[in-house]
Nanobody, 120 residues
Framework: QVHLMESGGGLVQAGGSLRLSCIASVRIVSFNTMGWYRQAPGNQRELVASITRGGSTNYADSVKGRFTISRDNAKNTVYLQMNSLKPDDTAVYYC??????????????WGQGTQVTVSS
């Protein structure tokens, strides 16, 4: 059984910073890609940032230059450093992992989500 546990969410003021963590119950090198998604009321769940096993990263245009995704394989943890936060960043943030040898979301693992609220 694979479990993903997010932490680090909370309430911050606009312009502030927050770091989210996602700890996996298995070695994250067993995943093709790990990433962060978010969903706000009235919005569909969207990809925020992702990182492949090889270290390639991808970011949503709305967060480029402000967010940084990274990982620590020894700790089986993926991080999302969020700087210059805006009220529009308010959402529930979900950790996502896609196993190796898959290229379909049907096999993805998901965390329970952590709430990020940015006040004006």
């Amino acid at each position: 059984q694979v479990h993903l546990m997010e932490s680090g969410g909370g309430l911050v003021q606009a312009g502030g910073s927050l770091r989210l963590s996602c700890i996996a119950s298995v070695r994250i090198v067993s995943f093709n890609t790990m990433g962060w998604y978010r969903q706000a009321p009235g919005n569909q769940r969207e990809l925020v940032a992702s990182i492949t096993r090889g270290g390639s990263t991808n970011y949503a245009d709305s967060v480029k230059g402000r967010f940084t995704i990274s990982r620590d394989n020894a700790k089986n943890t993926v991080y999302l450093q969020m700087n210059s936060l805006k009220p529009d960043d308010t959402a529930v943030y979900y950790c996502n992992a896609r196993p190796l040898l898959t290229d379909s979301s049907r096999f993805d693992y998901w965390g329970q989500g952590t709430q990020v609220t940015v006040s004006s």
